[in-house]
């Protein structure tokens, strides 16, 4: 979908106004974007889903036998030079010939056949849509009229060098209303989604409508929902009420707003909790691991320190002079461990500061 944004403001803007940038053509009026006809939504970026067209571009089958060109095989071939050649002749030669006929659009040739030259081409012309069999009928008797008084274009055009000469007998037929492409020659809507609508006229209407329409038999049903048609195509619009959000492709789903509020609170209340159990476990598994390695220290000073250190280390004594270190080793293996040793018990005797000791 084109997106254009109006560069015009009529109206003088307050300052701080923010500047929408209105879509399909829309203007801002200072306040908000004024949508063309068919269109909607705060920017105009929606299309209606039903839009009535004004007029249609209608077909009327001719078929004329050209008397001067001689058939080759190569006009049998659309992409062939000879024919590209050809189609253009005819064209620019039958824009002038079919001037008379009012909103004339221009031909298109669907075949061409041996025969001198036979071709069968449809005379495309605008015309309202609410008459559209009255002014293709009266489109198809204008032609006649046109091709049975001309013999060769040059009549009318003055070009000798690119005149076609016709036989005095053609055939010419006005086709109905073509339903499957009707939707995609409306200029009422845009272009890029005109593959989304199709052409309608069940009720004595005629109008192009979307999926998003109560008329299209293939209805989008949006539910809880508004549909919508954007250059991506029909899409649902969710509602949002005070108790329930809606969401899904087609809005079917409802989530209770209470109840999330509810869910979050309780969830951030069982994370809380979880963060302190696991910060007290934590505290209490450093703590303990803290005491085991100090009794692991003093067990090992008293397990092994002790005697290894005793066993080690250099005997010291001192004299006025100075120190002398040697090694002691007490040799134990003559000491008699059976004899048994009388220590004298420490007593206080009454009245003085002397201790004296009782076996």
């Known amino acids: 979908m084109n997106i254009s944004t109006d560069s015009t403001i009529k109206t003088t803007l307050k300052p701080g106004v923010v500047i929408l940038p209105c879509q399909n053509n829309g203007t801002f009026d200072g306040n908000k974007c004024v949508c063309k006809l068919n269109f909607y939504g705060t920017l105009c ?31 049998e071939d659309f992409t062939s030079a000879e024919y590209k050649e050809f189609e253009t002749r005819f064209e620019n030669e039958m824009k002038i010939m079919y001037k008379p006929i009012p909103n004339y659009e221009g031909v298109k040739i669907i075949s061409l056949k041996e025969g001198s030259v036979v071709i069968d081409h449809l005379l495309l012309v605008k015309v309202p849509i609410d008459t559209y069999d009255d002014v293709t009928n009266e489109v198809a008797n204008k032609v006649t009229t046109i091709l049975e008084s001309t013999n060769c274009t040059d009549e009318i055009t003055h070009n000798i060098n690119e005149t076609l000469c016709f036989n005095y007998t053609a055939t010419v037929r006005n086709l109905p209303i073509n339903a499957t492409g009707i939707c995609s020659n409306v200029s009422e809507i845009p272009q890029e989604v005109q593959q989304y609508y199709t052409f309608y006229n069940d009720t004595g209407i005629a109008m192009c409508i979307s999926r998003c329409s109560s008329l299209s038999p293939d209805r989008i049903n949006c539910n809880k929902g508004q549909c919508s048609v954007t250059w991506q195509g029909p899409h649902c619009y969710c509602e949002t009420s005070d108790e329930y959000w809606y969401t899904g492709d087609r809005c079917q789903t409802a989530i209770s707003k209470p109840g999330v509020y509810a869910g979050v609170a309780v969830g951030l209340f069982v994370l809380l909790v979880i963060i302190v159990a696991l910060a007290v476990i934590s505290y209490r598994r450093r703590k303990a691991s803290d005491s085991d390695k100090l009794i692991e220290k003093e067990m090992r000073w ?57 076996g």
């Open 302 to 358: 008293y397990e092994d320190g002790y005697e290894v250190d005793n066993q080690d280390a250099p005997y010291s004594t001192g004299s006025a002079s100075g120190s002398t270190n040697s090694s002691f080793q007490p040799n134990l293996d003559k000491v008699n461990t059976n004899i048994k040793m009388n220590i004298p018990r420490a007593a206080i005797v009454p009245g003085g500061s002397n201790f004296s000791s009782s």
């Open 45 to 75: 970026e929606f299309i209606l889903e039903a839009i009535r067209p004004v007029s249609v571009t209608a077909s009327v089958d001719v078929t004329v036998r050209v008397l001067n060109i001689n058939y080759t095989k190569e006009l």
